[in-house]
């Protein structure tokens, strides 16, 4: 071989290399599923059952989802949230305060704002989207642990963390302390919480860094041969090859840093979990009022508005609970069969929640929330209009503060550490 046939060979033999390496791991990408076994299911106790990867093109699963009325046995919201995309997004953790206030493991109560006592100026990197500014404030309250309700790790850490200074404590205080830090560490618990129940076989945010680690010693080793090239003699067979070996570890080091990157896949537990909740999402984005029998209306509207709000669709589903308590008082059933006890404060939000207010305007703001109080000259299906505008209006509070992405500050695979 010539000096340009090795050159060919030294350029060509790393770019197929990166090229071979790539295609192994975006084979590997692919979600894991359980083989003939329904979509969504677990295998039965015993089962022997054949894992394969999703079909080729896809990164999940992407077929027919069967509806489920009911949260998936043992997901919280942020949970869902998290197995649903594989990030643990601000809402998710915001949606767990919710969800922990139905579960009655705290209070929320809209008080009104101080006027003279500006907002606590702003920590860390600016919000992604600008904040609503509201005229109230909200007070966490904590209750008494109710018997029977088991707190995840994750949750009995974010509690102690929002409580840390007393038994109450508002959100404009909560901003003043630092709360960011309280929020990253939640969704750091819910990352630790989906690969602990085995959906995921580590972070589901690393993006796979070994590939990208060697990319760049690749680079390393290109800058070396280029200057091997570059200082040997012109009459030296060994230059153009070296030349063209630093080209070609500089194109494979690029595909493997660039190409390389990608989420980690589910296993099929993972799998599984997120086709229920994805089933469990069509059931609230296509939820009738006809089709909610009023005892069935006690608590629904609450627990289940907390995976509305991480599925973004808390305005159709409150929409939906307005016309069901419209339905009510036509029929004389009255309003006593709504819980909202988790909530308080209406009276500080007498102008927002005015006559005529829909449900879907009240997911906006969390101060809306009614806490069961019987309020002069207010339909129910006017307060539940506020509530849904209050449950936003809470989101914003909180997350005003705390938009800062996923709990992975833009890393390559963090180690569950602060």
Same mark, same amino acid.
């Given at each position: 071989?010539?000096?340009?046939?090795?050159?060919?060979?030294?350029?060509?033999?790393?770019?197929?290399?990166?090229?071979?390496?790539?295609?192994?791991?975006?084979?590997?990408?692919?979600?894991?599923?359980?083989?003939?076994?329904?979509?969504?299911?677990?295998?039965?106790?015993?089962?022997?059952?054949t894992?394969?990867?999703?079909?080729?093109?896809?990164?999940?699963?992407?077929?027919?989802?069967?509806?489920?009325?009911?949260?998936?046995?043992?997901?919280?919201?942020?949970?869902?949230?998290?197995?649903?995309?594989?990030?643990?997004?601000?809402?998710?953790?915001?949606?767990?305060?919710?969800?922990?206030?139905?579960?009655?493991?705290?209070?929320?109560?809209?008080?009104?704002?101080?006027?003279?006592?500006?907002?606590?100026?702003?920590?860390g990197?600016?919000?992604?989207?600008?904040?609503?500014?509201?005229?109230?404030?909200w007070?966490l309250i904590?209750?008494?642990?109710?018997?029977?309700?088991?707190?995840?790790?994750?949750?009995?850490?974010?509690?102690?963390?929002v409580?840390?200074?007393?038994?109450?404590?508002?959100?404009?205080?909560?901003?003043?302390?630092g709360?960011?830090?309280?929020?990253?560490?939640?969704?750091?618990?819910?990352?630790?919480?989906?690969?602990?129940?085995?959906?995921?076989?580590?972070?589901?945010?690393?993006?796979?860094?070994?590939?990208?680690?060697?990319?760049?010693?690749?680079?390393?080793?290109?800058?070396l %041969?280029?200057?091997? /090239?570059?200082? $040997?003699?012109?009459?030296?067979?060994?230059?153009? !090859?070296? #030349?063209? &070996?630093?080209? +070609?570890?500089?194109?494979?080091?690029?595909?493997?840093?660039?190409?390389?990157?990608?989420?980690?896949?589910?296993?099929?537990?993972?799998?599984?979990?997120?086709?229920?909740?994805l089933?469990?999402?069509?059931?609230?984005?296509?939820?009738?009022?006809?089709?909610?029998?009023?005892?069935?209306?006690r608590?629904?509207?609450?627990?289940?508005?907390?995976?509305?709000?991480?599925?973004?669709?808390?305005?159709?589903?409150?929409?939906?609970?307005?016309?069901?308590?419209?339905?009510?008082?036509?029929?004389?059933?009255?309003?006593?069969?709504?819980?909202?006890?988790?909530?308080g404060?209406?009276?500080?939000?007498g102008?927002?929640?005015?006559?005529g207010?829909?449900? %879907?305007?009240?997911? /906006?703001?969390? $101060?809306?929330?009614?806490?069961?109080?019987?309020? !002069?000259? #207010?339909? &129910?299906?006017? +307060?539940?209009?506020?509530?849904?505008?209050?449950?936003?209006?809470?989101?914003?509070?909180?997350?005003g503060?705390?938009?800062?992405?996923?709990?992975?500050?833009?890393?390559?695979?963090?180690?569950?550490?602060?």
């Amino acid at each position: 071989m010539d000096s340009r046939e090795i050159a060919v060979a030294a350029f060509a033999v790393p770019v197929l290399l990166a090229v071979l390496g790539l295609w192994w791991f975006r084979r590997r990408r692919r979600d894991e599923i359980f083989e003939g076994v329904t979509p969504g299911e677990l295998p039965a106790l015993g089962q022997q059952v054949t894992r394969r990867r999703v079909p080729r093109g896809r990164q999940e699963y992407a077929g027919p989802v069967a509806v489920r009325f009911s949260p998936p046995d043992g997901l919280t919201p942020g949970l869902v949230g998290t197995v649903i995309d594989g990030q643990a997004h601000v809402i998710d953790v915001t949606a767990t305060i919710i969800d922990l206030a139905v579960r009655g493991h705290l209070r929320l109560v809209a008080e009104a704002a101080d006027p003279d006592t500006p907002p606590p100026p702003p920590r860390g990197p600016a919000p992604k989207t600008p904040v609503r500014q509201s005229d109230h404030d909200w007070r966490l309250i904590r209750l008494p642990a109710p018997d029977g309700d088991r707190l995840l790790p994750f949750e009995h850490k974010l509690l102690d963390a929002v409580f840390r200074y007393g038994p109450e404590v508002t959100v404009r205080e909560l901003k003043a302390r630092g709360f960011d830090l309280t929020m990253r560490e939640a969704q750091i618990g819910l990352y630790r919480e989906v690969v602990d129940r085995g959906w995921y076989t580590k972070h589901p945010r690393d993006r796979n860094r070994r590939l990208g680690c060697l990319g760049w010693l690749l680079v390393v080793a290109a800058v070396l %041969a280029a200057l091997a /090239g570059i200082t $040997a003699r012109p009459w030296e067979p060994a230059r153009t !090859p070296m #030349l063209a &070996l630093g080209a +070609g570890l500089l194109f494979a080091a690029i595909l493997l840093i660039w190409g390389g990157r990608g989420r980690t896949p589910r296993t099929a537990e993972g799998t599984a979990a997120r086709i229920q909740a994805l089933g469990f999402r069509e059931y609230l984005t296509k939820a009738e009022a006809n089709q909610i029998r009023f005892e069935e209306a006690r608590d629904l509207f609450s627990r289940y508005l907390p995976y509305a709000m991480v599925f973004g669709v808390a305005e159709r589903w409150a929409r939906t609970f307005a016309d069901v308590a419209a339905s009510a008082r036509l029929q004389g059933v009255g309003d006593a069969f709504f819980d909202l006890t988790w909530l308080g404060g209406f009276d500080v939000l007498g102008d927002t929640l005015g006559a005529g207010l829909q449900i %879907a305007d009240a997911v /906006g703001s969390v $101060a809306d929330f009614s806490a069961g109080i019987d309020i !002069p000259d #207010l339909d &129910l299906a006017d +307060g539940l209009g506020g509530i849904a505008s209050s449950v936003g209006d809470f989101a914003d509070s909180a997350g005003g503060l705390l938009d800062f992405g996923d709990g992975c500050s833009g890393c390559d695979g963090c180690d569950f550490g602060i």
